[in-house]
C-alpha cells in the first residue's frame, strides 16, 4: 500500500519535472528563421546552384571548355559544345548547359575544374513552371563580376591570373571566324561527340556561303538547323546581335 | 594496416593453408587457399563441404567465428561466387570463404546453386534472399527464398554481368534529360 | 528586448484580441436578440400581448444564439492558441503569416477544410458515416447550456438555461461524443479507425467513472446538482473553492487572521466552536487533500474524456495512422476537430465552476470592488433610463457583475486549457492495456476511497 | 510484456478472428517506407512479415557503373542520417584494397565529422522515438534543435546538411572554415546540458517507462543469431563496438568508455545507451578538438602563411600528419586491382563494404553490409504478441532507416 502511493508521488513528481522541463522552455528565444524575409546565413562551402564565374578583377570568363566537369558528373547534367578557334588553335566555349532538374549538387564538377570556374553558389531557390526552366544555358549560368568577386571571396579561393595570352572574349572571338576566314582548312572539331562529325559535314556548304558576319543572314539557316526548338526560341526571344552571333556560331563551328 | 601484404598476395603461391585452413583439414574438410582479401584470410570452400565447415567455424571455442557479417553474391567471370565474411564477437578472427559455382556447370536457365546457412544462422537469411534477387543464387534449404529488395514479380537478376536493364518508361520519355 | 519575452507578448497580446473578439461577439449577438430586439419591439407600438410574446421567444432564443456564435469562433481560436502555446514551449514562434502575427491562420485553415472535397471511402456507410461527426458534435453544443447560466452570474438572459440537476445533465450528454467515434470508426470501413473507435468505447467507458465520481465528490461537498449554486458557494475568496475543501479550511485562517489583529472576542468564538469538534483541523486537511487529489483524477479523466495526450489512444498517429478519423476530410473532419476542441473548452469550464470557484474572483475584496467601481462609473452616465438613449445602450450592454464574472471564468478555463496543452508538450501516451489498468486499478479505487473518505470527514469538519 | 499477461488478455475463450493489417508503406510512423503484413489477434501481432525494398535505389549496381570518385558523391544517400559513415565505411575499404594511408589530421577530421554525425542520428532517433511513444509535439523538437546546430556546422564544412560527400578515398575533401573549431566547441560545451533536459523529460518519466520497460526484449542469443550489431546489440550486453573491439582511425588514442547495458536488453535499455552513447561521442568530440595535430584550422592557417601554404608533402606546415588528403581527387581516380572488406561502427551498428577491384576507374563488385538490413531481419522475432501499440516503440527503439535496409 505504502509502496504504491510511494510509486505514485515518485510518478507524479517525475511528471512534473518534465512539465516544469519543457514549461521552461517558454522563457527561451524561439529559434524560427523566418525565412523569405530574414534568408539563412549559408556558408561559402554551401552547395547550391552551379554558375560559371568570371575573374573578379579583369571579368573574363574562366572556362577553358576542358570538359573536366562535364566528363565528371554523375548525373550527365552538364552539356557543353565548343569549338577549337581556328585562330589561336585554343578551345572556344561556345554554350554551357546545366540542367538543374537533374543536378543532385554534389559539387564534383567544382572540384574537378582547373580555373574554379564552375562553383556552387549559395543560391537555392530556383523553383521554375517547368523542367526545360531548369536547363541554364551559358547566359543564365555566368556570373557578373560583383557576384564572382563575392563568391571568389566567400570561398576563399584564390583570385586566377588572367589568361596568359589575351584572348578575345567568346563573342569577340565568335565574330572572327565568320569574316569569312572560315575557310583556313577548319581542324576537326573538338571530337567529344560523335554525332557533330555528321552535322559538320551537312552544315559545311551552308557555313561558308554566307556573307560573313552577317547576324541577320545566319540567323534563319540557325534557326533551321537547330534540332533543339526551345534553344532557338530563346534564340528569337533574345534579338540583341551577340546572341545571334553565338547561334551563327555553332553553325559555322560545325561547318 | 596490411596493405602491403594486400597487393602483395596475388603473386604469392597461395597453396599453403592459413591457420583456418589448417583447422579444417584437422576436421577433414579440404579447402583451397585463396588471394588473401586485404591481408584477411580467404579460402575457397566445395559446396558440399560448406554446412560442415561453417558449424565448426561457429561452434569451436578457439575460432569462435560467430558473427555473419555478410554473403555477398558475386558474378566473377568464370563462376558465381557466395562470399561469406566471418567475425567473431569474441575475439579478432577474420575470414573469407567463398563457395564458387563455376558458370559452365550451369544449365541454361537454371540458377547456380549454393547451401544455405540459414539453419546456423537467421542472419543469413535475409542476406540470402538478397543474393538471390540480385545475383540469381539459390540458396537450397533456404525457408522463405524470395526476392527481397526487387519487387516479388521482378524479371532476371539485376547485379549479373549480362543483366539487360529494363527500358525504363519514364525515364525514357524524360524531356530534359541531355542524353 | 529579449525575444523570448518578445514572443510571450505577442501570445497574450493574441489571446487578449482573440478573447475580446469571441466574448464582443457573443455577448453583442445576445445583447441584440435578448434586449435590444425585445426593446424595439415594444418600442414599435405593437399590440401589448403579441410584443411579449414576441420579446419572450426572443429571449428564449438567446442561449442558443449564444452558443452558436460562441462555438465555432471559439474553436478556432483554440487551435491558434494551442500552435503558438506549443509553439512557446518548443522555442518556435508558430503560425505567423497569415494575418497579423497569425491572427488569422486557422480561419485561414477553417475555409480551407471547408473548400476541401468531402471524399466517403469506398465501401464506407455513407449515412452513419456522415451522422458520425454530427453526433461526436452536437453534445459539446448542448452540454455547454447549463455552464453558460454560471459562467454569465446567473444573468437574466441566461436564467431559462439554468437547470436544478445542470451538472447531471452536462455530465450525461457528454458521454454521448464516443457514440460518434464508434459510429465514424466503423463506418469508415477501415480497420485503422475500427481498432481507434472501439479503443475509444473502451477508454471512454473506463474513464467517465473517476470523472464522474469526482463530481459527485464535488456535488456532495454542495449538497446540490445546480451549477450556478456550486459556483455561487464558492464566492468568497480562494479558500471557499472546491478544490481547497470548499471553505473548510476558512475557519482556521479566520483564526489566524484575527490571532495577527489581536481580535480575542473573535478568536474565543472561534475556539469554542473548535472544542466541540476536536477532530476539526485534522479532518479539513485531509479534505483539502482529497479534494486536490480529486481535482488531479477529474483532470486526468478529462484529458482521457476528450482524447488528450497522454489518453490519445483512439486517434494514436504513431499507430493507427490517425484513428477513427483517418478517413474523414474537408468539413467533417474540421467538424471532428472543433468537437475535439469545444470538448476540451468544455471539460476545462466544468473543472473552473466545480472546483476553481467559477467567475467568482480569488481574493474577497477584489470582485466587489469591481463591481461598484464599474456601476458608479455606469452610473454616472446621463439619461440611462428613456429607452435607446447612449446611456441606457451601455447600461443594457454592460452589467458590472457579469463582466466580472465572465473575466474570471475565462481567466481560469483557459490557465487549464494551457495546462492542458502543457501535459500535450510533455508526455508520452499510454497503451491501451496500460490505460485500462491505470483506470480501473487504480483511478477508479482512488476515487471510491476518496469519496468515502470525504463523505466522512464533511461531517467531522 | 509478460507472457502470462499477454495469456490473460488473449485468452482462448475469447478467440476471435484474426485480422490482417498493412502496416505501411505508407504510414505515419513506419520511418520511411516498411510495409509490415500484420496478422492480428484482437490488437496483438500474431505474424509478421517484413516487406521491404520500397527504396531500393541499387545502390550497388551504381556502384559498379560509376567511377570511384562518382560513386563518392552517391553514397551518403545509402544511409542518409548518417553520411560521413557511409563514406567513411567505403572510403576505408577502398584504401585497404589501395594501400593507401590517410594522414593523421584527416583521420582526426574524420573521427570528428562523424562523431559529430552520430550525435545527429542519435538526436534525430530521440526525436522520432518520442514521436513513435505519442510524445510528439513538444519533445521532438528539443533533440532537432540541436541537431540543426550540429548539421550547420557541418553544411559549413562539407557544403550540405546531409548529403556531405565529404569523407573521401584517402582522406577528407577540405580544410574547416574559419572559426568553425571554435563553434564546434562552444557546442561540445552545451551539449551536456541539453542531453539533461531531454533526459529530465523522458528517463523518469513514468509513462515513458511503463511504455519501453520489458517491451520488446532482445534477448543476447537472438541477437547474436540475427547479426543484430550497434547500439541494439550492445543493449543486450554484448561489448561488440568496433571503436574499441577492432580500433580503427585513430579510436586507439582516444579515451571513451562503450557503454553496455546489462539489462535485459529491451527498448528501455536501448534508448538509455543511446542516450549515453551521445555523451560519449560529445566527449571523443572534444578529446580530438585538443589532440587534432596542427590545432584549429585558424591556427594551422596561421601557420602555414609562412610557407605561403605550398602543400608539398615535406613541408612543415603543410605534410606528413598535417595534411588532410593523401589521395588526389580527380575524375580519373583509381583504385588498385584486389578485394577487400572493412567495416565501421555507424550510429546503428556495423556499416561494411565490400569491394572488388580490378584496377579500373569503376569498381568490379560493391556490397554494402548495412546495419539496419540486418537489425531489421530480427524485427519479426520481436514484434511476436505484442499489441499494435508496441509495434511502434520496438520498431523504434531497433532504429532502422529505410533507405539503409533498401539501398
Known amino acids: 500500500m505504502f509502496g504504491l502511493v510511494g510509486r505514485a508521488v515518485e510518478s507524479l513528481y517525475y511528471v512534473c519535472v518534465g512539465l516544469w522541463t519543457v514549461a521552461k522552455h517558454t522563457g527561451r528565444a524561439p529559434i524560427t528563421k523566418e525565412f523569405p524575409d530574414t534568408m539563412p546565413d549559408l556558408p561559402g562551402a554551401f552547395r547550391g546552384r552551379l554558375a560559371l564565374a568570371v575573374n573578379p578583377e579583369t571579368s573574363e570568363h574562366l572556362c577553358i571548355s576542358c570538359r573536366q566537369c562535364e566528363r565528371v558528373c554523375p548525373d550527365k547534367c552538364i552539356d557543353i559544345t565548343a569549338h577549337k578557334s581556328p585562330e589561336t588553335g585554343k578551345l572556344e566555349l561556345i554554350d554551357f548547359k546545366i540542367d538543374h532538374g537533374l543536378c543532385m549538387f554534389c559539387g564534383l564538377c567544382t572540384e574537378v575544374c582547373p580555373t574554379t570556374c564552375i562553383i556552387n553558389t549559395n543560391d537555392f531557390e530556383m523553383s521554375d513552371y517547368s523542367r526545360e526552366a531548369l536547363i541554364y544555358d551559358l547566359k543564365k549560368l555566368t556570373l557578373t563580376q560583383d557576384e564572382s568577386a563575392h563568391y571568389f571571396s566567400k570561398k576563399y579561393l584564390p583570385i586566377p591570373k588572367p589568361k596568359p595570352k589575351p584572348a578575345p572574349k567568346p563573342a569577340a572571338a565568335a565574330a572572327k571566324p565568320a569574316d569569312g576566314v572560315a575557310a583556313p582548312a577548319k581542324p576537326a572539331p573538338p571530337a567529344a561527340k560523335p554525332a557533330e562529325g555528321a552535322a559538320a559535314a551537312k552544315s559545311a556548304p551552308a557555313a561558308t556561303d554566307k556573307p560573313a558576319g552577317d547576324a541577320a543572314a545566319t540567323k534563319p539557316t540557325a534557326e533551321k538547323k537547330a534540332d533543339d526548338s526551345k534553344d532557338?526560341?530563346?534564340?528569337?526571344?533574345?534579338?540583341?546581335?551577340s546572341a545571334a552571333e553565338g547561334k551563327a556560331e555553332p553553325d559555322k563551328t560545325e561547318g | 594496416m596490411s596493405e602491403e601484404k594486400a597487393t602483395d598476395k596475388p603473386a604469392q603461391e597461395s597453396l599453403s593453408a592459413g591457420p583456418f585452413g589448417q583447422f579444417l583439414l584437422e576436421h577433414g574438410i579440404p579447402s583451397t587457399r585463396l588471394a588473401d582479401s586485404c591481408g584477411v584470410e580467404t579460402i575457397e570452400l566445395e559446396e558440399k563441404h560448406l554446412e560442415g565447415a561453417m558449424k565448426r567455424f561457429r561452434n569451436s571455442a578457439e575460432v569462435a567465428l560467430d558473427l555473419l557479417i555478410a554473403v555477398s553474391g558475386v558474378d566473377s567471370p568464370e563462376t558465381f561466387d557466395s562470399v561469406y565474411h566471418l567475425w567473431s564477437y569474441s575475439n579478432s578472427n577474420e575470414l573469407v570463404v567463398k563457395v564458387r559455382v563455376p558458370k559452365s556447370s550451369v544449365a541454361a536457365g537454371q540458377l547456380p546453386t549454393v547451401t544455405s546457412l540459414t539453419p546456423f544462422w537467421s542472419a543469413a537469411n535475409w542476406h540470402e534472399r538478397e543474393s538471390y534477387d540480385l545475383v540469381g543464387i539459390r540458396y537450397v534449404g533456404h525457408p522463405y527464398l524470395r526476392r527481397i529488395l526487387n519487387p516479388w514479380d521482378w524479371e532476371g537478376h539485376p547485379l549479373r554481368r549480362d543483366y539487360k536493364q529494363v527500358v525504363d518508361a519514364l525515364n525514357d520519355k524524360n524531356p530534359h534529360s541531355f542524353r | 528586448m529579449n525575444p523570448a519575452v518578445f514572443e510571450i507578448g505577442k501570445f497574450a497580446r493574441l489571446t487578449v484580441i482573440w478573447l475580446s473578439i469571441i466574448f464582443g461577439a457573443v455577448w453583442a449577438a445576445c445583447w441584440a436578440v435578448g434586449v435590444f430586439a425585445p426593446a424595439l419591439i415594444n418600442a414599435s407600438g405593437m399590440p401589448t400581448e403579441t410584443a411579449?410574446?414576441?420579446?419572450?421567444?426572443?429571449?428564449?432564443?438567446?442561449?442558443?444564439?449564444?452558443?452558436?456564435?460562441?462555438?465555432?469562433?471559439?474553436?478556432?481560436?483554440?487551435?491558434?492558441?494551442?500552435?503558438r502555446a506549443l509553439a512557446l514551449f518548443t522555442v518556435r514562434k508558430g503560425p505567423n503569416r497569415v494575418g497579423p502575427d497569425g491572427l488569422l491562420q486557422t480561419a485561414a485553415d477553417a475555409v480551407k477544410l471547408l473548400f476541401k472535397e468531402d471524399i466517403t471511402p469506398h465501401g464506407a456507410d455513407a449515412v452513419m458515416f456522415t451522422a458520425a461527426p454530427i453526433i461526436f458534435f452536437a453534445p459539446s453544443i448542448i452540454g455547454v447550456l447549463p455552464l453558460l447560466a454560471a459562467a454569465s452570474g446567473n444573468h437574466e438572459l441566461f436564467r431559462s438555461v439554468n437547470l436544478p440537476t445542470g451538472i447531471f445533465y452536462v455530465l450525461a450528454i457528454a458521454s454521448i461524443p464516443v457514440v460518434g467515434i464508434v459510429m465514424g470508426g466503423w463506418a469508415s470501413n477501415n480497420k485503422y479507425s475500427l481498432v481507434g473507435a472501439l479503443r475509444s468505447a473502451a477508454q471512454a467507458i473506463s474513464y467517465e467513472?473517476?470523472?464522474?465520481?469526482?463530481?459527485?465528490?464535488?456535488?456532495l461537498m454542495a449538497g446540490t446538482l445546480d451549477v450556478v449554486k456550486i459556483a455561487d458557494q464558492q464566492k468568497d475568496s480562494l479558500l471557499s473553492w472546491n478544490i481547497f475543501g470548499g471553505g473548510a479550511l476558512l475557519p482556521y485562517v479566520n483564526l489566524v487572521v484575527a490571532g495577527l489583529q489581536g481580535n480575542n472576542e473573535q478568536v474565543q468564538a472561534i475556539m469554542q466552536h473548535f472544542q466541540a469538534q476536536p477532530l476539526g483541523p485534522f479532518a479539513a486537511v485531509l479534505m483539502v487533500v482529497c479534494c486536490i487529489i480529486f481535482f488531479g483524477i477529474y483532470i486526468t479523466g478529462a484529458c482521457a474524456e476528450v482524447n488528450r495526450i497522454p489518453f490519445d489512444l483512439p486517434e494514436a498517429e504513431s499507430e493507427l495512422v490517425s484513428g477513427y478519423n483517418t478517413e474523414y476530410s474537408g468539413i467533417k473532419f474540421a467538424i471532428f476537430f472543433l468537437a475535439e476542441f469545444t470538448n476540451l473548452f468544455v471539460v476545462c469550464s466544468i473543472a473552473s465552476i466545480m472546483f476553481l470557484g467559477g467567475g467568482h474572483a480569488p481574493l474577497p475584496g477584489l470582485e466587489q470592488g469591481f463591481t461598484e467601481m464599474l456601476g458608479g462609473i455606469l452610473k454616472q452616465l446621463p439619461g440611462s433610463k428613456e429607452i435607446f438613449s447612449p446611456g441606457w445602450l451601455i447600461n443594457s450592454l454592460v452589467n458590472p457583475s457579469t463582466v466580472s464574472q465572465a473575466f474570471w471564468i475565462i481567466l481560469k478555463t483557459y490557465s487549464l486549457v494551457i495546462f492542458a496543452i502543457l501535459?500535450?508538450?510533455?508526455?508520452?501516451?499510454?497503451?491501451?492495456?496500460?490505460?485500462?489498468?491505470?483506470?480501473?486499478?487504480?483511478?477508479?479505487?482512488?476515487?471510491?476511497?476518496?469519496?468515502?473518505?470525504?463523505?466522512?470527514?464533511?461531517?467531522?469538519? | 510484456m509478460a507472457p502470462e499477461k499477454i495469456e490473460a488478455l488473449t485468452s482462448t475463450r475469447l478467440k476471435t478472428d484474426e485480422m490482417i493489417i498493412n502496416m505501411g508503406p505508407q504510414h505515419p510512423a513506419t520511418h520511411g517506407v516498411l510495409r509490415l503484413l500484420?496478422?492480428?489477434?484482437?490488437?496483438?501481432?500474431?505474424?509478421?512479415?517484413p516487406v521491404v525494398g520500397h527504396l531500393h535505389r541499387a545502390q550497388e549496381w551504381q556502384g559498379q557503373n560509376r567511377t570511384w570518385f562518382q560513386y563518392q558523391a552517391l553514397i551518403d544517400r545509402v544511409d542518409y542520417l548518417s553520411g560521413m559513415f557511409t563514406s567513411w565505411a567505403m572510403a576505408r575499404a577502398a584504401e585497404k584494397v589501395d594501400g593507401c594511408q590517410v594522414p593523421l589530421r584527416g583521420e582526426y577530421m574524420r573521427v570528428i565529422v562523424s562523431e559529430m554525425n552520430r550525435i545527429t542520428s542519435h538526436l534525430l532517433w530521440l526525436g522520432t522515438y518520442g514521436i513513435d511513444l505519442g510524445a510528439m509535439f513538444g519533445f521532438p523538437f528539443y533533440p532537432f534543435r540541436e541537431r540543426e546546430k550540429l548539421l550547420d556546422l557541418l553544411e559549413a564544412i562539407s557544403g550540405q546538411r546531409m548529403m556531405f560527400n565529404y569523407i573521401r578515398i584517402g582522406g577528407v575533401q577540405s580544410e574547416a572554415p574559419p572559426g568553425w573549431f571554435a563553434k564546434v566547441s562552444e557546442f561540445v560545451k552545451e551539449f551536456p546540458d541539453r542531453v539533461d533536459e531531454y533526459e529530465a523529460i523522458l528517463t523518469n518519466n513514468p509513462i515513458f517507462i511503463k511504455r519501453t520497460k520489458g517491451v520488446g526484449i532482445l534477448k543476447k542469443q537472438l541477437a547474436l543469431d540475427y547479426g543484430v550489431t550497434g547500439p541494439s546489440l550492445r543493449a543486450s550486453g554484448v561489448p561488440l563496438d568496433l571503436r574499441k573491439t577492432k580500433p580503427y582511425s585513430v579510436y586507439d588514442r582516444l579515451k571513451f568508455e562503450v557503454p553496455i547495458h546489462e539489462g535485459d536488453g529491451d527498448t528501455f535499455d536501448r534508448y538509455v545507451l543511446r542516450v549515453k552513447e551521445m555523451r560519449e561521442s560529445n566527449e571523443i568530440l572534444r578529446q580530438c578538438l585538443e589532440q587534432i595535430p596542427g590545432g584549429t584550422a585558424d591556427e594551422l592557417r596561421e601557420r602555414r602563411k609562412a610557407c605561403n601554404s605550398c602543400g608539398k608533402a615535406d613541408c612543415s606546415n603543410c605534410g606528413g600528419d598535417l595534411m588532410i588528403m593523401a589521395k588526389k581527387q580527380n575524375a580519373g581516380l583509381r583504385i588498385k586491382a584486389g578485394e577487400g572488406f572493412d567495416a565501421i561502427e555507424s550510429p546503428r551498428g556495423i556499416l561494411g563494404c565490400y569491394i572488388i577491384s580490378t584496377g579500373g576507374d569503376t569498381a568490379y563488385r560493391?556490397?554494402?553490409?548495412?546495419?539496419?538490413?540486418?537489425?531489421?531481419a530480427a524485427l519479426p522475432d520481436l514484434l511476436i504478441d505484442h499489441p499494435i501499440a508496441d509495434i511502434m516503440a520496438i520498431f523504434g527503439s531497433i532504429d532502422v532507416i529505410l533507405p539503409d535496409v533498401d539501398r
Open chain 4, 38 to 49: 500484420l496478422t492480428l489477434d484482437g490488437e496483438f501481432v500474431k505474424h509478421v512479415e
Open chain 4, 366 to 376: 560493391f556490397k554494402w553490409r548495412n546495419p539496419s538490413f540486418c537489425n531489421l
Open chain 3, 423 to 461: 501535459i500535450r508538450a510533455t508526455l508520452p501516451r499510454f497503451r491501451i492495456d496500460q490505460l485500462m489498468a491505470f483506470g480501473w486499478k487504480r483511478l477508479i479505487p482512488l476515487s471510491l476511497i476518496l469519496l468515502i473518505a470525504l463523505t466522512y470527514l464533511r461531517e467531522l469538519v
Open chain 3, 52 to 83: 411579449s410574446l414576441a420579446s419572450e421567444v426572443l429571449r428564449a432564443l438567446v442561449p442558443v444564439v449564444a452558443v452558436a456564435v460562441f462555438i465555432p469562433i471559439n474553436a478556432m481560436f483554440m487551435v491558434l492558441c494551442e500552435r
Open chain 3, 209 to 219: 467513472i473517476p470523472l464522474v465520481l469526482s463530481i459527485v465528490a464535488v456535488c
Open chain 1, 232 to 241: 532557338s526560341e530563346k534564340e528569337k526571344a533574345a534579338p540583341e546581335p
